[in-house]
Antibody, heavy 124, light 111 residues
Framework: QVQLVESGGGVVQPGRSLRLSCAASGFTFSTYGMHWVRQAPGKGLEWVAVIWYDGTNKYYADPVKGRFTISRDNSKNTLYLQMNSLRAEDTAVYYC?????????????????WGQGTPVTVSS | QSALTQPASVSGSPGQSITISCTGTSSDIGGYNFVSWYQQHPGKAPKLMIYDVTNRPSGISNRFSGSKSGNTASLTISGLQAEDEADYYCSSYTSSNTLGVFGTGTKVTVL
């Protein structure tokens, strides 16, 4: 069965960095686009970044452009989110999620499978 | 990119049908058939219920159905059950941004 397990969250001071990982199993990782979506405490869902199945295209939400980098290692079945210059408003649970269909090659494909999320708290 | 607009809450009695609306613009809902709906129970990850406006992923009950008219999409839950009590989010592809956009979320209460 499809499993996505995030790790790397925690408490970090403003301006510092954090790298999230998402270990995937139960499917052919290299054939699916992957997403990072976050949810601030008591708030709604917000897309953070998307990467195509082959890593050729990456897209970011405006609030994180220039600070966050999404990447993937298809040989390790792992998705990453490098978060630099963190701000208080980045505090959220961060979910990794998989496209509902393989070889999508577009940001029109919604995520179907989600991990359990990893919490990130940015505070001094 | 502004979030899609959903009612904050909708309620219904067991067995009834309820409909949740999701209003966007011609740049998102009105322009594309890429509307999805997610169910989220407290402390849990979202669950895809509907994609491409009307399609249900494998394993999703046919009590859940989606539709669209103009710039507004809708999710209907028929035969409401206690386990349907959750938050629901719509989402759509948008030409205004390289990423999709989520709705503001609707809390469904089963009376």
């Amino acid at each position: 069965q499809v499993q996505l397990v995030e790790s790397g969250g925690g408490v970090v001071q403003p301006g510092r960095s954090l790298r999230l990982s998402c270990a995937a199993s139960g499917f052919t990782f290299s054939t699916y686009g992957m997403h990072w979506v976050r949810q601030a405490p008591g708030k709604g869902l917000e897309w953070v970044a998307v990467i195509w199945y082959d890593g050729t295209n990456k897209y970011y939400a405006d609030p994180v452009k220039g600070r966050f980098t999404i990447s993937r290692d298809n040989s390790k079945n792992t998705l990453y989110l490098q978060m630099n210059s963190l701000r208080a408003e980045d505090t959220a649970v961060y979910y990794c999620a998989r496209d509902y269909i393989g070889y999508c090659g577009s940001t029109s494909c919604p995520p179907e499978y989600w991990g359990q999320g990893t919490p990130v708290t940015v505070s001094s | 990119q502004s979030a899609l607009t959903q009612p904050a809450s909708v309620s219904g009695s067991p067995g009834q049908s309820i409909t949740i609306s999701c209003t966007g613009t011609s740049s998102d809902i009105g322009g594309y058939n890429f509307v999805s709906w997610y169910q989220q129970h407290p402390g849990k990850a979202p669950k895809l219920m509907i994609y491409d406006v009307t399609n249900r992923p494998s394993g999703i009950s046919n009590r859940f159905s989606g539709s669209k008219s103009g710039n507004t999409a809708s999710l209907t839950i028929s035969g409401l059950q206690a386990e349907d009590e959750a938050d629901y989010y719509c989402s759509s592809y948008t030409s205004s941004n390289t990423l999709g956009v989520f709705g503001t979320g609707t809390k469904v209460t089963v009376l």
